[in-house]
Every structure is written in C-alpha cells, then in structure tokens.
C-alpha cells in the first residue's frame, strides 16, 4: 500500500524558493514512478514534474530551469526543489505515484497525497 504524505509548502515572495517533499510510508516506494502536480484555484490540476524508478527526469515548461525533482530511494522520498518562484506558481501542490503510463497524464496515477499549499506573493 502506498501512502503520501506532502511537506513543505508554504507563503513566500516571489523570486524565492521552496523545497517541497513527499514521503510513501509504503514499503514499495522505489518500484513506482513519481510525480508533482499543482492545481490552482478554479484550474485544473497540471503536470510540474516526473522522476522514473530509473531517475529519468521530465518537467512541464513553465517550471523547466527553476524546479527540480529527486528521488531518495533510501528515504521513501520525492522532492520537489522550486527556484524563482513566481506568482502564477501559486497553487495546491500534489505528490502522485504511478506503475505505468505517460509521466504527464493524470490517469496513470494511482495514488495522491493530500496536498501541500504554495502560495507566491509579490
């Protein structure tokens, strides 16, 4: 059984940073694919980042070159590092895992944690 749980979010200024993280309580957390996503008020929820089981990493435009996902197998841990924040990266941030599928599809994700709140102001 996986279970996430997100830390880490919070008020900040923009051009500031946060690092968010997740960690599976599970015992199966290196065989699964992770994922971050965000959703902001009124939108729907959207990619921000993927880290294989391999550590091949994948990243939604708005966010190439200021975020960073990793992965510590040892720790049950996926990291979000966000850089440079902006205003528009304001939104409820989820940590998700996946066994199959796109890295940028929501569907493949079979568990979600509860969510951590970035908020950017300016």
């Known amino acids: 059984q996986v279970q996430l749980v997100e830390s880490g979010g919070g008020l900040v200024q923009a051009g500031a940073s946060l690092r968010l993280a997740c960690v599976d309580s599970g015992v199966t957390f290196s065989t699964y694919n992770m994922g971050w996503f965000r959703q902001a008020p009124g939108k729907e929820r959207e990619f921000v980042a993927a880290?294989?089981?391999?550590?091949?990493?994948y990243y939604a435009e708005p966010v190439k070159g200021r975020f960073t996902i990793s992965r510590d197998n040892a720790k049950n841990t996926v990291s979000l590092q966000m850089n440079s924040l902006k205003l528009e990266d304001t939104a409820v941030y989820y940590c998700?895992?996946?066994?199959?599928?796109?890295?940028?599809?929501?569907?493949?994700?079979?568990?979600w944690g509860q969510g951590t709140q970035v908020t950017v102001s300016s």
């Open positions: 880290i294989t089981k391999a550590g091949i990493r």
């Open positions: 998700a895992a996946r066994r199959w599928g796109s890295a940028s599809d929501i569907s493949p994700y079979d568990y």
